[in-house]
């Protein structure tokens, strides 16, 4: 069964292993959904298993092994510094009836490995993690820049070993459309070997020279969170007992404000200074790109949004939040950004990706992907900030807000 988030990308996997106990694969620390789905379905949580040390999310196999007494399956050769199981090449787990063999698979990260789930000797399913994904492989620039290459040959063996695999094995892979951890990915999340075979140009790259190049060119921008949760996710995430937003009297002077609320109310007014970043599936993605880990963050947010969303959101990148500050609090004056529907001559800024932007733009648009703006110098001359939708444009004018701009508008897009 797949648990898709939507905003980060990516699929967890639970499985059912029959007389009443389940195997979970890749999960996140935000666990709401596995727990109500075990609860429903009378599971209980007997394994975690991690395919790799995740970059954007940290994973809840910890937290499962700790108040469920799931066994944490994953490769040796990620030095986990906590108890679990450590496998290498070839080992196999029995589940009760279904088997995990271990395949290593490095590539996306060097102690990256795939699950062959086996009923008998019967391959039922690979759980591919961030190697062979739908219609393509998982980044690997995610290292090191040194180390990006000799990833990308190590992924080109990798999906050769896993396309030996009969033609149809089912590919659960973890990460798929909309994760940064992807290559330029498609709407499908589940496949087979056979299907990947046929469809997917990496695996029929006509050699391990053309399928680097063409991998490594299709490589985009990814979070700057990225880099610190391998190394978290390796000594362990800290363990939660819930998580909430406090209520906070005043805003602290080192704090940044993100305020969560919708684009058009953020416009009417917001606190000075403040980060708008609405609240949507990919919440998380720009709140680990934007805004500094060592920052206490304080919340704004609209009367109407899900403290414990916004709060679990934060949670599953590792960002603990200070709380949350009521507008109605704010005594100072409000500051305002305009919305246009059109352009009427001012220069317009394009935040989108850069594979966006080269698929069609506004002639003469300044281009800096938002995840770039902050710290970037621009002259302060009128401005019309503007992306798919409007709020990535949002995010980016009250980013150039703070850096002082004011002649600034968001445009807003059906």
């Known amino acids: 069964m797949p648990l898709v988030d939507e905003g980060l990308g990516n699929s967890a996997y639970l499985v059912d292993l029959g007389d009443g106990r389940a195997l979970a694969v890749d999960v996140s620390r935000d666990l709401r959904e596995v727990h109500r789905i075990a609860a429903h379905r009378g599971w209980r949580l007997a394994f975690a298993a991690d395919t790799h040390l995740h970059a954007d999310f940290l994973s809840g196999a910890l937290q499962l092994a700790a108040t469920e007494g799931a066994q944490v399956l994953a490769s040796a050769a990620g030095e986990r510094e906590f108890e679990h199981v450590g496998l290498h090449d070839g080992d196999e787990v029995d589940l009760g009836g279904l088997r995990l063999r271990v395949l290593a698979t490095p590539g996306h990260t060097h102690e990256h490995v795939s ?16 190697s062979l994904i739908v219609g393509s492989a998982a980044r690997t620039d995610l290292v090191a820049p040194d180390q990006t290459e000799i990833l990308a040959r190590q992924q080109f063996s990798s999906l050769q070993r896993l396309a030996t695999l009969p ?46 190049a063409e ?139 850069d594979r966006e932007y080269a698929a069609g733009h506004v002639p003469g648009a300044v281009h800096v992907e938002l995840g770039e ?5 621009l002259s302060k001359e009128p401005t019309v900030v503007m992306c798919a939708h409007g709020e990535r444009a949002m995010s980016g004018a009250s980013i150039l807000e703070r850096a002082g701009h004011r002649d600034l508008a968001v445009l807003r897009q059906a």
């Open 115 to 130: 699950f062959l789930l086996l009923d008998g000797d019967r391959p039922a399913g690979v759980f591919t993690g961030g």
């Open 167 to 212: 033609e149809e094995t089912t590919v659960w892979p973890t990460h798929g459309a909309g994760s940064f951890c992807s290559a330029p990915p498609g709407a499908e999340r589940i496949s087979t070997i056979g299907r990947e075979k046929a469809t997917n140009s990496l695996l029929r790259a006509e050699s391990e020279d053309a399928f680097v």
């Open 215 to 353: 991998l490594l060119g299709s490589l985009g921008s990814y979070p700057a969170y990225f880099g610190r949760l391998p190394e978290l996710n390796r000594c362990g995430a800290a363990l939660l007992d819930g998580v909430r937003l406090a209520p906070l009297g005043e805003i602290p002077a080192d704090a940044v404000v993100v305020d969560t609320r919708p684009i058009t109310e953020f416009a009417a007014g917001h606190v000075p200074g403040s980060l708008s970043i609405a609240l949507r599936p990919s919440f998380a993605s720009w709140l680990g790109w934007l805004v500094p880990a060592d920052r206490p963050v304080v919340i704004v947010r609209g009367d109407d949004q899900d403290p414990a969303e916004i709060a679990w959101q934060a949670a599953k990148i590792g960002y603990d939040l200070s709380g949350e500050f009521p507008l109605s609090q704010w005594t100072g004056d409000l500051a305002r950004t305009r919305l246009v529907a059109e352009l009427n001559g001012e220069r317009v800024l394009d935040v989108r990706q």
């Open 373 to 377: 703006l902050p710290g970037r110098e």
